[in-house]
T-cell receptor
Framework: DGGITQSPKYLFRKEGQNVTLSCEQN?????MYWYRQDPGQGLRLIYY???????QKGDIAEGYSVSREKKESFPLTVTSAQKNPTAFYLC??????????FGSGTRLTVV | QKEVEQDPGPLSVPEGAIVSLNCTYS??????FMWYRQYSRKGPELLMY????GNKEDGRFTAQVDKSSKYISLFIRDSQPSDSATYLC?????????????FGRGTSLIVHP
């Protein structure tokens, strides 16, 4: 079945550590996105990529980095510069239509 | 003022009730309107997608867009406990060839038996 796979489902980060969240899609979608979801704040766009080897900052890119070396993959690194990384992270993709397909999310907690 | 306003709720209704969920927006360039359903600890799933004004029906769900009032609604008929979730509205324009939507904060719906 086509879809988006995010891993891991739960991730724990120590202070000062970089962690990478995986996002893979087999929908043949060109565009991929990373969102952060905090209680009561809705979805906030971190980074997006509309084509391989190109990506743009969203509204809250500071402390995050991404790469898009393959169409299917769009990993997100949460760096030590992100001071408040505890959140639910969602990856999404879109094709020629205007609706998104979301992954099941990664819950990141600082320990 | 946020671009998209959505009451976070929670909205609690008895099983079988008609539910009305709403969003208002300020950007008149929005042309594409979506509703997503998100169960706890899961990613959102697209429920309804509408272009411009008008109504769209899919089973128990009806989406309405009133561009003159900058107001969109999602109606759920014969609500079921399985409809208990957070409902997010989203809308976008074709600005610069990008259709990146702006999301509302989501409304938490609880349907009790």
């Amino acid at each position: 079945d086509g879809g988006i796979t995010q891993s891991p489902k739960y991730l724990f980060r120590k202070e000062g550590q970089n962690v990478t969240l995986s996002c893979e899609q087999n929908l043949n979608h060109d565009a991929m996105y990373w969102y952060r979801q905090d209680p009561g704040q809705g979805l906030r766009l971190i980074y997006y990529s509309q084509i391989v080897n190109d990506f743009q900052k969203g509204d809250i890119a500071e402390g995050y980095s991404v790469s898009r070396e393959k169409k299917e993959s769009f990993p997100l690194t949460v760096t030590s510069a992100q001071k408040n990384p505890t959140a639910f992270y969602l990856c999404a993709s879109s094709g020629s239509g205007y609706g998104y397909t979301f992954g099941s999310g990664t819950r990141l907690t600082v320990v | 003022q946020k671009e998209v306003e959505q009451d976070p709720g929670p909205l609690s209704v008895p099983e079988g009730a008609i539910v009305s969920l709403n969003c208002t927006y300020s950007n008149s360039a929005f042309q594409y309107f979506m509703w997503y359903r998100q169960y706890s600890r899961k990613g959102p799933e697209l429920l309804m997608y509408t272009y411009s004004s008008g109504n769209k029906e899919d089973g128990r769900f009806t989406a309405q867009v009133d561009k003159s009032s900058k107001y969109i609604s999602l109606f759920i008929r014969d609500s079921q406990p399985s409809d208990s979730a957070t409902y997010l509205c989203a809308m976008s324009s074709a600005s610069g060839g990008s259709y990146i939507p702006t999301f509302g904060r989501g409304t938490s719906l609880i349907v009790h038996p």
